[in-house]
């Protein structure tokens, strides 16, 4: 990745109402990610139908978007990104929540299905390729920990995390960054030991 443009894009849904929802856990990330990257000079600008910050990182040109086309359209505004700098889907990294992942678990792979990730289903279809790199943050699913077995998923992904699961996900957030500093550097080996370390 050291040659050309990176995208790292968080998928969620925009919106006061979601903002904290698990469902959300990808925008968040890439706040994260900027503040680290950025230097904290993360200023969001509204383009390409999406929240967008660019910055230079030990030379590769970063290029960080929050979609707001909603998480089912979120390839959209992915792709319009791709489209314009020319990225390559192998140097795209999108995070994402993972129902099947303990929350505040991370895991890097490349490829792969959806896993029944709407907004990974949708950059695949509008990209036209799954060999992009996807950052899963784990955010649980009914019937572990205190949440009762019958609530429905489709609820459950837009509510929010417990104070001890998001005290847990955002004591991450800097090996996160040090995993993505390694990825951009193009040493995945370092990169998958820091990130999917992190159970």
């Excluded at 230079?56 to 792709?79: A, E």
């Excluded at 390729?129 to 992904?157: A, C, M, T, W």
Aim: charged share 20%; proline share 3%.
């Amino acid at each position: 990745m050291n040659s050309q443009d990176v995208l790292i894009v968080g998928l969620g849904n925009p919106g006061a109402e979601y903002a904290d929802t698990r469902h959300n856990i990808g925008f968040h990330v890439v706040d994260a990610l900027v503040e680290q990257l950025g230097d904290g000079a993360g200023a969001f600008k509204e383009k390409w139908n999406g929240l967008y910050f660019s910055t230079t990182y030990s030379g590769v040109k970063v290029h960080f978007l929050k979609p707001l086309t909603f998480m089912n359209r979120s390839g959209q505004s992915v792709s319009q990104v791709c489209t314009f700098y020319k990225i390559v889907p192998e140097n795209i990294i999108a995070i994402h929540d993972d129902l099947d992942m303990a929350p505040g678990r991370v895991k890097l792979v490349k490829g792969g299905g959806a896993g029944g990730h709407n907004g990974i289903k949708s950059i695949v279809s509008l990209v036209g390729s799954n060999d992009f790199y996807r950052l899963k943050i784990g955010i649980g699913r009914p019937g572990q920990g205190e949440v009762h077995r019958d609530f429905p998923v489709e609820k459950y992904v837009l509510s929010s995390f417990s104070a001890e699961e998001l005290e847990l996900i955002s004591s991450r957030y800097r090996q996160i960054g040090e995993g993505v500093k390694y990825l951009l550097a193009d040493d995945i080996a370092r990169s998958k030991g820091v990130l999917n370390s992190l159970k």
